[in-house]
């Protein structure tokens, strides 16, 4: 429990380094964000602008500013989104970030019940055909650009086979379905994308836990183990494999960013109104609370990652919660 | 469907949120007069009469942002309310003006005053009774400061508006106002449920009710909105029973999930209309209609540029450029050139005025004449010392934009001028390009209003920041022929004045006016009904069906 | 120093590592020599001849405005290389710069500066890099740059790591007790020990940067035209798949190659370099 206040406790720096860093990249745009409505609007008369400034606390100095969004931040108030909708950004941040956590999730769940025996596989039977092969699939997987293979994958499953929903996260009749049909509603709309997610991810993961594996293969007590006369099986699976697990452990939380920023992409290829799809909207349209709101919550996202990593860890290998 | 009149200004900004769509958005852009070719198999089967049901799936790349349309500016928000709101008046679909809510009107002797006579028997989606009070309120609403609308122009001169009783509206301008008639098309709102209220912050921005054939259903952020027809419709109950809009960011996404029959009707591009949409199957499972949009693109000369205030040396690069080959090219045929800021095929266009066909050797002649001469033989042109360098700029998201201003600057390379292109993200585009007057020629389009006024471009006072003559064109004789155009109410007359405005602009070529797209929508075969006409195809949307035996959803309420 | 017999003779039994390094020294060469191997300009325009499949005089066929699209892909390759090494260049650098202060001081230093890279870790970095390059305009040298500032994190802290572990290290003790300055122990001591893993991490960087400058081409936002990428070609090819296949699958494999290429040499190299992994 200690535990678990102290390492809540040194998040707060963090995040308040994360608010600067947000409120920073807001700061590089050129112009300020009344532009998009100003601007070629005949209607428009300078005094016109000055009141929008002022209504949006543009003509303060920074620090000031900063300190206000800090302030309504820390009670989840990010503001009123600048799009011609003007919905608080938290609504809009709240009805789209289901379906994103639930890909990332799921895709990350795939990455490890794949790369870990993979990884497995391939150090203990390291420079073996399964091996290679393994590799290569793995970096291929890393090297096709997302939009290519997600776009080629609708063609084969989608049009050619008929077999997959192209796009969306549900069908048209989503609502007439009984509960169990909803489900695998979704998740038939969901196969591509979290494939085409976790594809990508399988790489590092495997390659981290292969050579894991290699190094704790090599240490003292699986000699001894081997020694004993202990069969090979158990050596792997009940001795080496425990210890080369711990370690990725902490991946999972620094696996979150590259997982999330992947959202963009996959969301808006196959149409699925997520976080990722929404960002690169604001983005386009300079509607700063919502970036500002979701750079916040999507690296605070990360924050939770870690901490249920280091919790995950502490579980695992109690010498750590002994050592605190 | 009712036509609203498209302000230029709003098309830009149209232009702008919906990023690169403008080969797309077909049903509901307004198109133009003349010329509209369909590509359909004549209904295959012959089927019993039109029949209610069904469901039409649309496809838009980008998701509505609010649902009043006082409020919103973005095409996909525009084609929904389209089906939600009437306005008072509308384009029929030769492009006359004819009533929607208002059974008739007169004009007074002088111009000044109209008089509207309202439908009687119209009900709002709530069943509430549509009255006078209706257009008090969205008048008052459209002129209000506080309201962030983009469409406040025409409203402004109105001097005063009168309820005379529940279905006599008067309005009376400060002097005549040829537009005004045709600004009367605005969606008309919802007294009972607005008055008095913040309309920013209205639950109807999400949640409208309106007077049109189609009443709001839901609205899925990001994903969908589906609207469902209004029994009640006082032009009848529409046929097809809803029609929902799906909301797919990437073209070819889009695509596929057509061929997958799981949309019903998209704008195409170019190339998918010429290349990919001509095998037999798509034939058989959808119909492709053309129609010149009411659109141009084209090259502005930024005028304070020194390089540019030489008359010569703009007719030159005009003449240098080969326009038909951006047709050919980027549009595969699908466009016409054109030589005037209006469409081709209307009334309005003046096929007569001076003309600068692709002659090379010409321009370079010119250039000469103008003091523009290769001297050092290294193939750039040089006047004073200075080669002839610019920039053209132009806005991210829209290919075709893109690669005309590839193919011109191959053009102009060829007579001596050396051209870098630079694309921009839209906002700073604006902000620090346009705005700032910091460019040299920039590639944009603008949209063509039904109605001529195009006062808000061409005249001289309006090349303040951020206002839209952005090029500084200045002509005391323009100034003067827009003013009289847009105070003349005979149509004959007006044409006049916009006929020596034409020739005086194509004389300066303060642009070189590049072309005028066809817009492209192909929709599913099983939708009857469907007639061509010079305003497009989208006019008799409440009458589109699908014969009984093709119907493919079942409306569940 | 890492350059020693053992480490190359190491590397260059490590079949992967070599794989990775012939994709990546053929790469180079059709880079620089795009001039002489390019059979046509790579913007020449030929509007009669759009999207024609590959023949003999178009070698992998045409694209929307006609031009050659082997001539595109090999230019690309410059811009695409560059784009990866600009980009991991900055980021070594950042990298290198902060990792070192932070791993030879210590202290409060060390404290602020992996806070900040705490800090920066967090943010999905994809987005980032979005909304800079869109707010300040997707140059290609402002690609570059953004790409470096988000990505320098890995290295700041396996330099700062080596530093620790050899700044404990005799020759390095010594150096201090005969009263050398501290640059001196840094640039001649200690960085170039610390040099292998940087190594592998910017080889596996450059993979990186070529792949988010795709990402960002898709989006609209990468190597703005006439300037040909592999992540341009690609995105415009997309919307063309099914008429065209050659206008997405030669730039989509140049990518695939050349990203595993680099991915192969990187985690060749660091397996080779990993004692911890020697039979």
């Given at each position: 429990?200690?535990?678990?206040?102290?390492?809540?406790?040194?998040?707060?720096?963090?995040?308040?380094?994360?608010?600067?860093?947000?409120?920073?990249v807001?700061?590089?745009?050129?112009?300020d964000p009344?532009?998009?409505?100003?601007?070629?609007?005949?209607?428009?008369?300078?005094?016109?602008?000055?009141?929008?400034?002022?209504?949006?606390?543009?003509?303060?100095p920074?620090?000031i500013?900063?300190?206000k969004?800090?302030?309504?931040?820390a009670?989840?108030?990010?503001?009123?989104?600048?799009?011609?909708?003007?919905?608080?950004?938290?609504?809009?941040?709240?009805?789209?970030?289901?379906?994103?956590?639930l890909?990332?999730i799921?895709s990350?769940?795939?990455i490890?019940?794949?790369?870990?025996?993979?990884?497995?596989?391939?150090?203990?039977?390291?420079?073996?055909?399964?091996?290679?092969?393994?590799?290569?699939?793995?970096?291929?997987?890393?090297?096709?650009?997302?939009?290519?293979?997600?776009?080629l994958?609708?063609?084969?499953?989608?049009?050619?086979?008929?077999?997959?929903?192209?796009?969306?996260?549900?069908?048209?009749?989503?609502?007439?379905?009984s509960?169990?049909?909803?489900?695998?509603?979704?998740?038939?709309?969901?196969?591509?994308?979290?494939?085409?997610?976790?594809?990508?991810?399988?790489?590092?993961?495997?390659?981290?836990?292969?050579?894991?594996?290699?190094?704790?293969?090599?240490?003292?007590?699986?000699?001894t183990?081997?020694?004993?006369?202990?069969?090979?099986?158990?050596?792997?699976?009940k001795?080496?494999?425990?210890?080369?697990?711990?370690?990725?452990?902490t991946?999972?939380?620094?696996?979150?960013?590259?997982?999330?920023?992947?959202?963009?992409?996959?969301?808006?290829?196959?149409?699925?109104?997520?976080?990722?799809?929404?960002?690169?909207?604001?983005?386009?349209?300079?509607d700063?609370?919502?970036?500002?709101?979701?750079?916040?919550?999507?690296?605070?996202?990360?924050?939770?990652?870690?901490?249920?990593?280091?919790?995950?860890?502490?579980?695992?290998?109690?010498?750590?919660?002994?050592?605190? | 469907?009712?036509?609203?009149?498209?302000?230029?200004?709003?098309?830009?900004?149209?232009?702008?949120?919906?990023l690169?769509?403008?080969?797309?958005?077909?049903?509901?852009?307004?198109?133009?007069?003349?010329?509209?070719?369909?590509?359909?198999?004549?209904?295959?089967?012959?089927?019993?009469?039109?029949?209610?049901?069904?469901?039409l799936?649309?496809?838009?790349?980008?998701?509505?942002?609010?649902?009043?349309?006082?409020?919103?500016?973005?095409?996909a928000?525009?084609?929904?309310?389209?089906?939600?709101?009437?306005?008072?008046?509308?384009?029929?679909?030769?492009?006359?003006?004819?009533?929607?809510?208002?059974?008739?009107?007169?004009?007074?002797?002088?111009?000044?005053?109209?008089r509207?006579f309202?439908?009687?028997?119209?009900?709002w989606?709530?069943?509430?009774?549509?009255?006078?009070?209706?257009?008090?309120?969205?008048?008052?609403?459209?002129?209000?400061p506080?309201?962030?609308?983009?469409y406040?122009?025409?409203?402004?001169?109105?001097?005063?508006?009168?309820?005379?009783?529940?279905?006599?509206?008067k309005?009376?301008?400060?002097?005549?106002?040829?537009?005004?008639?045709?600004?009367?098309?605005?969606?008309?709102?919802?007294?009972h449920?607005?008055?008095?209220?913040?309309i920013?912050?209205?639950?109807?921005?999400?949640?409208?009710?309106?007077?049109?054939?189609?009443?709001?259903?839901?609205?899925?952020?990001?994903?969908?909105?589906?609207?469902?027809?209004?029994?009640?419709?006082?032009?009848?109950?529409p046929?097809?029973?809803?029609v929902?809009?799906?909301?797919?960011?990437?073209?070819?996404?889009?695509?596929?999930?057509?061929?997958?029959l799981?949309?019903?009707?998209?704008?195409?591009?170019?190339?998918?209309?010429?290349?990919?949409?001509?095998?037999k199957?798509?034939?058989?499972?959808?119909?492709?209609?053309?129609?010149?949009?009411?659109?141009?693109?084209?090259?502005?000369?930024?005028?304070?540029?020194?390089?540019?205030?030489?008359?010569?040396?703009?007719?030159?690069?005009?003449?240098?450029?080969?326009r038909?080959?951006?047709?050919?090219?980027?549009?595969?045929?699908?466009?016409?050139?054109?030589?005037?800021?209006?469409?081709?095929?209307?009334?309005w266009?003046n096929?007569?005025?001076?003309?600068?066909?692709?002659?090379?050797?010409?321009?370079?002649?010119?250039?000469?004449?103008?003091?523009?001469?290769?001297?050092?033989?290294?193939?750039?042109?040089?006047?004073?010392?200075?080669?002839?360098?610019?920039?053209?700029?132009?806005?991210?998201?829209n290919?075709?934009?893109?690669?005309?201003?590839?193919?011109i600057?191959?053009?102009?390379?060829?007579?001596?001028?050396?051209?870098?292109?630079?694309?921009?993200?839209?906002?700073?585009?604006?902000?620090?390009?346009?705005?700032?007057?910091?460019?040299e020629?920039?590639?944009?389009?603008?949209?063509?209003g039904?109605?001529?006024?195009?006062?808000?471009?061409?005249?001289?006072?309006?090349?303040?920041?951020?206002?839209?003559?952005?090029?500084?064109?200045?002509?005391?004789?323009?100034?003067?022929?827009?003013?009289?155009?847009?105070?003349?109410?005979?149509?004959?007359?007006?044409?006049?004045?916009?006929?020596?405005?034409?020739?005086?602009?194509?004389?300066?070529?303060?642009?070189?006016?590049?072309?005028?797209?066809?817009?492209?929508?192909?929709?599913?075969?099983?939708?009857?009904?469907?007639?061509?006409?010079?305003?497009?195809?989208?006019?008799?949307?409440?009458?589109?069906?699908?014969?009984?035996?093709?119907?493919?959803?079942?409306?569940?309420? | 120093?890492?350059?020693?017999?053992?480490?190359?003779?190491?590397?260059?039994?490590?079949?992967?590592?070599?794989?990775?390094?012939?994709?990546v020294?053929?790469?180079?060469?059709?880079?620089?020599?795009?001039?002489?191997?390019?059979?046509?300009?790579?913007?020449?325009?030929?509007?009669?001849?759009?999207?024609?499949?590959?023949?003999?005089?178009?070698?992998?066929?045409?694209?929307?405005?006609?031009?050659?699209?082997?001539?595109?892909?090999?230019?690309?390759a410059?811009?695409?290389?560059?784009?990866?090494?600009?980009?991991?260049?900055?980021?070594?650098?950042?990298?290198?710069?902060?990792?070192?202060?932070?791993?030879?001081?210590?202290?409060?230093?060390?404290?602020?500066?992996?806070?900040f890279?705490?800090?920066?870790?967090?943010?999905?970095?994809?987005?980032?890099?979005?909304?800079?390059?869109?707010?300040?305009?997707?140059?290609?040298?402002?690609?570059?740059?953004?790409?470096?500032?988000?990505?320098?994190?890995?290295?700041?802290?396996?330099?700062?790591?080596?530093?620790l572990?050899?700044?404990?290290?005799?020759?390095?003790?010594?150096?201090?007790?005969?009263?050398?300055?501290?640059?001196?122990?840094?640039?001649?001591?200690?960085?170039?020990?610390?040099?292998?893993?940087?190594?592998?991490?910017?080889?596996?960087?450059?993979?990186?940067?070529?792949?988010?400058?795709?990402?960002?081409?898709?989006?609209?936002?990468?190597?703005?035209?006439?300037?040909?990428?592999?992540?341009?070609?690609?995105?415009?090819?997309k919307?063309?798949?099914?008429?065209?296949?050659?206008?997405?699958?030669?730039?989509?494999?140049?990518?695939?190659?050349?990203?595993?290429?680099?991915?192969?040499?990187?985690?060749?190299?660091?397996?080779?370099?990993?004692?911890r992994?020697?039979?």
């Amino acid at each position: 429990m200690r535990f678990l206040v102290k390492r809540i406790a040194l998040m707060i720096p963090t995040l308040i380094g994360i608010t600067i860093i947000s409120f920073t990249v807001m700061k590089m745009a050129p112009g300020d964000p009344t532009s998009l409505m100003t601007d070629l609007n005949p209607n428009m008369n300078e005094e016109a602008v000055k009141r929008i400034r002022a209504h949006y606390g543009l003509d303060q100095p920074w620090s000031i500013q900063y300190f206000k969004w800090l302030r309504n931040m820390a009670v989840l108030d990010f503001g009123r989104s600048f799009a011609p909708d003007n919905r608080p950004v938290i609504d809009k941040i709240a009805e789209r970030i289901p379906i994103t956590l639930l890909i990332n999730i799921l895709s990350m769940v795939l990455i490890f019940s794949v790369a870990i025996p993979i990884g497995v596989m391939s150090a203990v039977k390291q420079d073996s055909m399964f091996d290679r092969v393994s590799s290569l699939i793995v970096f291929i997987g890393f090297a096709i650009p997302t939009f290519w293979l997600a776009l080629l994958m609708m063609i084969l499953f989608g049009v050619k086979l008929d077999w997959l929903p192209i796009s969306g996260f549900r069908s048209l009749n989503y609502s007439h379905l009984s509960s169990v049909g909803r489900i695998l509603d979704i998740g038939k709309h969901l196969i591509m994308p979290i494939f085409v997610s976790a594809f990508g991810g399988l790489a590092g993961m495997s390659r981290y836990m292969r050579s894991n594996m290699l190094e704790v293969i090599r240490q003292d007590y699986i000699t001894t183990a081997r020694a004993k006369g202990l069969d090979e099986r158990t050596v792997i699976f009940k001795h080496a494999f425990r210890n080369a697990l711990l370690p990725v452990i902490t991946i999972l939380g620094l696996s979150v960013p590259g997982l999330i920023g992947g959202s963009v992409i996959f969301e808006t290829i196959f149409a699925i109104p997520g976080m990722g799809q929404l960002f690169y909207q604001s983005v386009m349209m300079r509607d700063y609370p919502t970036i500002m709101g979701i750079l916040v919550i999507g690296a605070a996202l990360t924050l939770v990652g870690n901490l249920l990593a280091d919790l995950l860890y502490s579980w695992a290998d109690p010498r750590i919660r002994v050592s605190d | 469907m009712a036509y609203k009149k498209t302000l230029l200004i709003v098309t830009l900004i149209l232009l702008a949120v919906c990023l690169g769509c403008n080969e797309k958005s077909a049903e509901t852009s307004p198109a133009g007069e003349g010329n509209i070719a369909t590509e359909s198999n004549p209904s295959s089967v012959t089927m019993s009469g039109p029949s209610y049901g069904d469901m039409l799936i649309n496809g838009s790349i980008g998701d509505a942002s609010v649902l009043l349309p006082v409020l919103a500016s973005d095409s996909a928000s525009g084609e929904i309310n389209n089906l939600i709101y009437n306005g008072l008046v509308k384009y029929d679909k030769d492009i006359n003006l004819v009533g929607e809510l208002a059974e008739k009107w007169d004009v007074s002797e002088d111009k000044l005053k109209i008089r509207f006579f309202l439908k009687k028997d119209v009900k709002w989606h709530d069943g509430k009774p549509f009255t006078a009070k209706d257009i008090e309120y969205t008048y008052k609403v459209y002129v209000d400061p506080k309201t962030p609308t983009a469409y406040s122009t025409d409203f402004l001169k109105v001097k005063e508006l009168h309820v005379i009783d529940d279905y006599t509206v008067k309005v009376v301008y400060d002097k005549p106002y040829a537009p005004a008639l045709g600004s009367w098309g605005q969606g008309i709102l919802p007294s009972h449920l607005l008055e008095g209220k913040d309309i920013t912050e209205s639950p109807l921005k999400r949640n409208p009710v309106g007077t049109g054939p189609y009443k709001f259903g839901e609205w899925v952020t990001g994903e969908k909105i589906t609207v469902n027809s209004f029994h009640d419709y006082f032009e009848g109950r529409p046929y097809i029973d809803r029609v929902m809009t799906r909301i797919i960011p990437d073209l070819a996404t889009m695509f596929l999930e057509l061929k997958a029959l799981s949309i019903d009707q998209m704008g195409l591009t170019p190339l998918q209309y010429v290349r990919q949409t001509n095998t037999k199957w798509f034939n058989d499972n959808f119909n492709k209609y053309k129609y010149l949009g009411f659109g141009y693109s084209y090259l502005g000369y930024n005028l304070q540029d020194w390089k540019f205030k030489d008359r010569r040396v703009r007719q030159a690069l005009t003449m240098a450029i080969d326009r038909e080959s951006i047709v050919q090219g980027v549009l595969l045929g699908l466009g016409a050139v054109t030589d005037t800021p209006y469409k081709p095929d209307t009334y309005w266009y003046n096929q007569n005025v001076k003309k600068f066909p692709y002659d090379p050797e010409k321009a370079k002649q010119m250039l000469a004449e103008a003091g523009w001469k290769d001297t050092n033989n290294e193939g750039v042109l040089v006047k004073d010392g200075k080669p002839f360098e610019f920039t053209i700029i132009t806005n991210h998201g829209n290919d075709i934009r893109k690669n005309a201003a590839i193919i011109i600057q191959r053009d102009l390379k060829k007579v001596g001028i050396k051209v870098s292109i630079r694309v921009i993200e839209w906002a700073a585009f604006l902000k620090n390009f346009i705005n700032k007057r910091n460019f040299e020629a920039c590639l944009l389009g603008w949209g063509i209003g039904i109605d001529p006024s195009q006062i808000d471009i061409w005249n001289s006072k309006k090349t303040g920041e951020s206002e839209l003559n952005f090029i500084n064109y200045q002509n005391p004789e323009v100034d003067k022929l827009l003013d009289l155009g847009a105070s003349t109410y005979d149509r004959e007359e007006r044409k006049k004045y916009y006929d020596k405005f034409q020739e005086i602009i194509a004389e300066d070529q303060p642009y070189t006016f590049l072309f005028v797209q066809y817009a492209l929508p192909i929709i599913n075969s099983r939708f009857h009904g469907i007639e061509p006409a010079p305003i497009g195809i989208g006019y008799n949307f409440t009458k589109w069906y699908v014969p009984k035996p093709l119907q493919k959803y079942t409306i569940q309420p | 120093m890492f350059l020693n017999e053992d480490f190359v003779k190491r590397i260059r039994r490590n079949r992967m590592a070599m794989a990775g390094l012939g994709i990546v020294a053929i790469l180079f060469c059709v880079a620089i020599s795009a001039n002489q191997l390019a059979p046509y300009p790579p913007s020449r325009i030929d509007t009669a001849n759009i999207l024609a499949p590959p023949t003999w005089k178009h070698l992998l066929g045409t694209d929307v405005l006609g031009r050659d699209v082997l001539s595109r892909i090999i230019y690309g390759a410059g811009v695409s290389l560059s784009v990866g090494f600009v980009a991991v260049g900055i980021s070594t650098l950042i990298g290198m710069i902060l990792g070192a202060l932070s791993g030879y001081y210590s202290g409060l230093i060390d404290r602020i500066v992996m806070r900040f890279v705490d800090v920066m870790l967090c943010f999905p970095s994809f987005f980032l890099i979005l909304a800079v390059i869109a707010f300040v305009g997707p140059s290609i040298w402002n690609i570059m740059i953004v790409i470096g500032v988000t990505s320098w994190m890995g290295v700041a802290r396996l330099v700062r790591a080596e530093f620790l572990s050899i700044r404990e290290r005799d020759f390095v003790q010594a150096a201090i007790s005969q009263g050398a300055s501290d640059a001196r122990i840094i640039f001649l001591h200690i960085l170039p020990n610390a040099m292998a893993p940087v190594l592998v991490a910017a080889t596996l960087g450059i993979a990186s940067a070529v792949l988010i400058e795709s990402g960002l081409s898709f989006l609209g936002i990468g190597v703005q035209p006439p300037d040909p990428s592999w992540g341009n070609m690609l995105t415009e090819g997309k919307d063309n798949i099914e008429i065209a296949w050659w206008l997405s699958l030669f730039p989509g494999m140049a990518i695939l190659i050349t990203v595993m290429g680099y991915n192969m040499l990187g985690e060749g190299i660091r397996d080779s370099l990993d004692p911890r992994l020697r039979r």
